[in-house]
């Protein structure tokens, strides 16, 4: 009932995982299929092995987590091992593999694209992250750098190609339309918001990077906002992401437009498995409303 398809590719069901979290390893990207995702996108990657920000790097908040990583990752090459060794077992379970890729510029956005593509059903260009200054923040929210990352990935890889958009800028229309002129095939919306918590006894920000991304219940409201607006303006498919805890979150987007959706902070509050969870809450209304999947994306614009 869940089955669908998203350019060309054919996904068991629409709740995928976000980036960011368990997709830093092989094993716990399976943790994650035998959860019941039906795709699971990587920790965003770069061309060189990269520790991150110092301690702490995230702290819970009213509504969700304020986290600043820093990108941490092995590299693309040290990656590439851990994909290998649960490619074949996720095709078995017919989960699919989203690579999600940064960069500092275009051609290392599109040098690790080109190594990952082989490994991978789509790519994820992080243009968004809300703090990694010199790894894609100025990125994406610029038009003409957006375009010519995009664009330069487009021509290195054959696989769909779909770029996160930060709601970190005044207008998210202008950057979509760069990238969907750069020829993207979707988007992916949205990253983090970016925010700041202070310790009030040590008198100072509680994060090592000082701010970060706000994700989780909070920012829902944001996310189903921008979801509307990207599907009012073009017709590409859009993944929605932010604050999904439940199938009437996942709903939500949907209705507002999104082809499939991603969860993060969820896997915090509801397990390993909340996909499947997820997908039993979405099959349940489909069928009190006698509706299908296919119908409610963007049902509620009509
Ligand atoms: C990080 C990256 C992101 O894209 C984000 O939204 C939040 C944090 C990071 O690795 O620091």
Same mark, same amino acid.
């Given at each position: 009932m869940l089955e669908t398809e998203i350019c060309g590719i054919k996904f068991k069901n629409p709740v995928f995982l976000a980036s960011g &979290?368990?997709?830093?390893t092989g094993s716990a990207l399976k943790r994650i299929a035998k959860g019941g995702a039906g795709a699971v996108t990587t920790k965003s990657i770069g061309l060189n092995p990269n520790p991150g920000h110092r301690n702490p790097t995230i702290v819970e908040v009213y509504g969700g987590f304020l986290n600043a990583m820093g990108l941490p990752n092995p590299g693309i090459d040290e990656y590439l091992e851990e994909i290998k060794e649960v490619r074949a077992e996720l095709n078995r379970m017919n989960v699919k593999i989203i690579g999600s890729v940064y960069g500092k510029n275009e051609e290392e956005f599109a040098e690790v694209a080109k190594r990952m593509e082989k490994y991978v059903d789509i790519i994820e260009l992080n &243009?968004?992250?809300?703090?990694?200054k010199g790894y894609g923040a100025t990125i994406g929210q610029n038009p003409e750098l957006s375009y010519s990352v995009c664009k330069a990935v487009k021509k290195s890889v054959k696989v769909p190609v779909f770029a996160k958009l930060t709601p970190?800028?005044?207008?998210?229309i202008e950057i979509a339309q760069a990238v969907v002129d750069a020829g993207v095939d979707g988007l992916v919306a949205i990253n983090t918001v970016r925010g700041m918590a202070i310790d009030i006894k040590a008198k100072k920000p509680i994060l090592g990077n000082k701010f970060g991304g706000l994700s989780g219940k909070a920012i829902k409201p944001i996310g189903i906002k921008v979801v509307w607006d990207l599907y009012e303006n073009f017709d590409v498919p859009i993944i929605g992401v932010g604050g999904i805890m439940n199938g009437e979150d996942a709903i939500e987007y949907m209705m507002a437009g999104a082809s499939a959706v991603q969860i993060g902070s969820g896997v915090y509050y509801r397990g390993y498995d909340i996909f499947k969870k997820v997908c039993d809450e979405i099959i349940d209304f489909l069928k009190e409303e006698n509706l299908t999947l296919k119908e409610i994306v963007g049902i509620a614009h009509e």
């Open positions: &979290i368990m997709g830093e &243009i968004s992250c809300p703090h990694a970190n800028v005044t207008d998210i």
